[in-house]
């Protein structure tokens, strides 16, 4: 989730059309923010190195994902104060089509229920709202199934606004809905569950809802991060940050097969949890949020896991922290940006610091790096 509400100019660069891998999720092919394409565009403008650049109906959080010659971007119209969906051509920016789906768009004035990312295989592509919409269409734009989330398991339980992007992984899609126990601002109920759901790509039918449960309290449970795909050796698991603690999922059947926590041990109550999860190197971090350290797991066990399983963190240096953006890791490294400390860290897999850097600007940076 990025918490910045974006411009309302959908914009792509000349170098980005010319390359031919595809960007399928909001964190990109490989699930960690990066692509093995090169010549990529160091610098632009409103006007220099830019391919098209369209207008949108209104604003969102969303990313734009690409699929061979498409760009699909979640979104409102904000005169109608309606959800839509949208498809671009990506050679010129044409609308190919656009879907306006549920009238109401917002419930405060921070974010709007089209803050979670698109998702495709390249077959189907799939839009989730705030709302609890769940809409799969071919890449043609034709409607395949669509069903609301909210309704099937509950008012979502969130002070703000929901904004988890879902995953694509095989034949699977998975949402996770980690929220609170009783009801805040007059939504969800005392029986609120979180939970990773899975639902078959092709027809949207669950196939599994794993509940999760947290020892985190008030805000502290909710989490707007999005669940990420990750292989150690041989096993595939889904990992899931949020409620105090990270965990990783058997793809399968949701069983829970470890668990590391945590890094709020006195049950802060206002530790809502906004970075996904990102793996490389045989680590996955933790970031933990409001200004405190980035943890990397190193998950080789079942159940719970011990201090033994923390690789290393960046508590001894205040600079290496994300409230908000999802690091990045490629060619070995992680690359993490502090929004509250205003900085970009080049970090390998073991912690240590290759450069540290001051972003420039007086502007606070909550998107995440790509």
């Not at 926590?261 to 970075?275: A, Q």
């Not at 690091?327 to 080049?346: C, E, H, V, W």
Request: proline residues 6%; glycine residues 10%.
């Amino acid at each position: 989730m990025r918490r910045l509400q974006l411009s309302l100019a959908l914009m792509l660069t000349i170098a980005a059309i010319t390359q031919a891998t595809n960007w399928p999720h909001w964190r990109g092919p490989f699930y960690n923010g990066s692509t093995d394409e090169a010549a990529l565009p160091f610098e632009w403008s409103r006007t220099d190195g830019v391919l098209w650049s369209v207008e949108l109906p209104g604003c969102s959080a969303a990313t734009p994902i690409v699929w061979d010659d498409r760009v699909f971007i979640s979104g409102v119209d904000a005169p109608q104060d309606r959800l839509v969906a949208m498809c671009f051509d990506a050679a010129d920016g044409k609308l190919l089509w656009r879907h306006d789906l549920a009238q109401g768009t917002q419930r405060d004035g921070r974010s709007n229920y089209a803050s979670a990312s698109p998702v495709t295989d390249g077959r189907l592509v799939v839009f989730f709202y705030a709302n609890g919409d769940l809409v799969c269409y071919d890449m043609a734009g034709a409607r395949q199934w669509a069903r609301n989330i909210q309704q099937d398991y509950g008012t979502f339980a969130f002070l703000w606004t929901f904004a988890a992007s879902p995953t694509i992984v095989g034949d699977r899609l998975y949402i996770q809905v980690l929220q609170r126990d009783v009801p805040v601002s007059g939504r969800g109920s005392s029986r609120n569950d979180s939970y990773l759901l899975a639902v078959g790509l092709a027809d949207g039918k669950t196939l599994w809802r794993q509940i999760r449960p947290s020892q985190a309290v008030a805000e502290s449970r909710e989490a707007f991060s999005t669940p990420i795909p990750h292989r150690f050796g041989d096993s595939l698991q889904i990992l899931v940050v949020g409620g105090d603690d990270l965990t990783g999922h058997d793809p399968a059947t949701g069983e829970e097969l470890w668990r590391w926590g945590t890094w709020n041990p006195r049950r802060i109550g206002h530790w809502r949890l906004v970075p996904s999860p990102v793996a490389g190197g045989g680590v996955v971090l933790a970031c933990a949020p409001k200004d405190d350290p980035i943890y990397a797991i190193a998950p080789k066990g079942r159940g719970v896991l011990g201090d033994d399983a923390v690789a290393w963190t960046s508590a001894s240096t205040r600079q290496i922290t994300s409230d908000v953006p999802t690091p990045t890791f490629y060619d070995g490294d992680f690359f993490i940006l502090s929004d509250l400390r205003k900085s970009l860290a080049r970090v390998d897999a073991t912690g240590g610091v290759k450069w540290l850097i001051e972003t420039p600007g007086r502007s606070k940076y909550e998107a995440s790096p790509t």
